[in-house]
C-alpha cells in the first residue's frame, strides 16, 4: 500500500509528459535564452561595438566603462550578454584572450565580495572561499589576468543592488588601474541599471566615468513587442498554432508597462493553457488568462533569488498594507509586523541593522518602494509601499512562495 500513491503519481506524470504540445522547443521562451538577433536593439549595439573598438584593434591600450539602463525589460541584459558573445568570438578569431563574465549584484545580494568571488570561480574554482578581502580577491583576479593575458569584460546587471549595498564598491572597479600604470589594462566593464537616480550613491568622478558612454533603453511599444514575439514563437513553437491575433493581445497587454520579458512569458504561460485544454491552438483567450497570474513586477525570476528574510519581509509588508487600507508603513510598523510573520513561520528575526538591509535591497530591486515622511511628522522616518502590484497579489504570490520554500525543508529534513 504504501507504494501504491507513487505508482499513481508516475502513472499520471507518464501521461501528461506522451500528451501532443503546442511547442516545438521551450528554450526561446526563457530568461536563459540569448538570441541571434535583437529586434530594435541594432542601434545600441553598434554604439557598443564603437566603443569597444579599441579591446580588437589595440587590446591593452584602453579599458571601457559603459553604462545601460532603462526600465525592467527593456533589454539591458540580453543585449550585453549578446554584445559580449559576439566580442568574444571576434577576439578568439584574432587570438586574443577576451573573457565575458556577467554577474547579477541581486543575486549576489549586494555584495561586492561575492562579485568577485563569482568571477574567480570562471578562473580558479578552487581558490580559497575565505580569508581575502574584496581588495585582495580583485588584486588576486588582476594577477591571473597578467599571467594568462587575458582581458575582461564585467558586466555588473542589476548594478544598484551593489550601490545600495557599498557605494565604494564601483569606486574599487573603476580604480584598480591606477596601481597599475605601467600594465596593460585588462578589466573593462559594462553596468546596467534601472534608473539614473542610483547615481547619486556614488562620487561625483565615478559618476562622470560611467555617464560618458550611457545607452539608455527606452520601454518597448506594441509594434516592437509583436516583433520580439513573432520571433520567438517561430523559434518555440509548433507551426501555425499560434495566430498574429494572439501575439498581437500578449505585446498590447505587455505595451503598458514596455516589458519585453512580460510580453515573452504571457506567451509561455498561454501554450501551457493550451496543452492543458489539449487546444491545438494558442487562442487570444488563453494569453488573458496567463494575463491575470502573472504580475511584470513579481514574476519568477525574482522570487526565486529572494532569501526567506526577504520573503518574509515582503510578507509583512503586503499584509500591513491590505489590513490598514494603508499606501504606505513606517519603518517601525512593518519591523513589528515581521517579527509576528518569522514566528508564524518557525524563523528567528533579524537585528534591526540586517532589516534595514533587506528594506534598502528590495528597494533597489524595485519590489518596494520608499520615501520619507511629511516634514511635520515627528522625527522624520522612511515610509515603505508597493507601488506597482497590490498588496493582495504581492501576499499571496509571498505566500504561495513560502509554502514551496516549507515543504522543501520538511522535505530535506526527512532524506537526512
Known amino acids: 500500500m504504501v507504494g501504491k500513491p507513487a505508482k499513481i503519481r508516475d502513472d499520471l506524470i507518464h501521461q501528461v509528459l506522451l500528451r501532443p504540445t503546442v511547442f516545438e522547443d521551450e528554450t526561446p521562451l526563457s530568461l536563459e535564452h540569448i538570441p541571434g538577433t535583437l529586434p530594435h536593439r541594432e542601434k545600441q549595439l553598434i554604439f557598443l561595438a564603437q566603443l569597444f573598438r579599441s579591446l580588437i584593434e589595440k ?21 550585453a550578454q549578446r554584445f559580449g558573445l559576439d566580442l568574444v568570438k571576434i577576439a578568439r578569431d584574432r587570438k ?6 556577467h554577474v547579477n ?27 581575502f578581502s574584496s581588495e585582495e580577491l580583485l588584486q588576486a583576479i ?43 589594462v585588462r578589466l573593462s566593464l559594462i553596468c546596467m541599471l534601472r534608473e539614473l537616480k542610483y547615481l547619486e ?31 520567438r514563437v517561430t523559434l518555440a513553437f509548433k507551426e501555425g498554432v499560434v495566430q498574429d491575433e494572439t501575439i498581437e ?35 487570444p483567450e488563453y494569453v488573458r488568462k496567463a494575463a491575470g497570474t502573472v504580475y511584470p513586477t513579481l514574476r519568477d525570476e525574482y522570487l526565486r533569488t529572494l532569501s526567506l528574510n526577504e520573503k518574509l519581509f515582503l510578507l509583512a509588508l503586503s499584509r500591513y498594507l491590505e489590513d490598514n487600507n494603508a ?8 519591523e513589528e509586523a515581521y517579527k509576528v510573520v518569522c514566528e508564524e513561520y518557525n524563523s528567528q528575526p533579524r537585528a534591526h541593522t540586517q532589516f534595514w538591509k533587506y528594506m534598502r535591497l528590495l528597494s533597489a530591486t524595485g519590489l518596494i518602494s520608499t520615501k520619507l515622511s511629511s516634514k511635520g511628522a515627528k522625527g522624520r522616518t522612511t515610509m515603505i509601499g508597493l507601488s506597482s502590484i497590490s498588496a493582495s497579489t504581492m501576499k499571496k504570490c509571498i505566500e504561495a512562495a513560502l509554502e514551496v520554500f516549507s515543504t522543501d525543508v520538511a522535505r530535506n529534513s526527512r532524506t537526512t
Not at 568577485?116 to 580558479?124: A, Y
Open 59 to 79: 587590446p591593452g591600450s584602453t579599458s571601457q566603462r559603459v553604462l545601460i539602463t532603462g526600465p525592467v525589460g527593456t533589454g539591458k541584459t540580453v543585449m
Open 96 to 101: 586574443i584572450g577576451l573573457r565575458y563574465i
Open 105 to 131: 549584484c541581486r543575486e549576489c545580494k549586494g555584495s561586492l565580495f561575492a562579485v568577485l568571488r563569482k568571477v574567480m570561480n570562471e578562473f580558479e574554482e578552487q581558490f580559497p572561499k575565505r580569508g
Open 142 to 184: 588582476m594577477r591571473i589576468l597578467d599571467e594568462k593575458n587575458l582581458f575582461l569584460i564585467l558586466a555588473l546587471d542589476e548594478l544598484e543592488a551593489l550601490l545600495e549595498a557599498d557605494n565604494s564598491a564601483l569606486y574599487a572597479l573603476t580604480r584598480v588601474q591606477e596601481d597599475r600604470a605601467t600594465s596593460p
Open 201 to 231: 550613491l556614488l562620487d561625483r568622478s565615478t559618476v562622470s566615468t560611467l555617464q560618458q558612454n550611457l545607452i539608455e533603453l527606452n520601454p518597448y511599444v506594441s509594434n516592437e513587442l509583436f516583433t520580439i514575439l513573432k520571433d
Open 249 to 283: 493581445l500578449a505585446a498590447d497587454i505587455a505595451s503598458s508597462s514596455g516589458d519585453a520579458r512580460y510580453a515573452i512569458e504571457l506567451l509561455w504561460r498561454a501554450g501551457k493553457y493550451a496543452d492543458y485544454d489539449d487546444s491545438k491552438d494558442v487562442k
Open 327 to 334: 499606501a504606505y508603513a513606517s519603518m517601525g510598523e512593518i
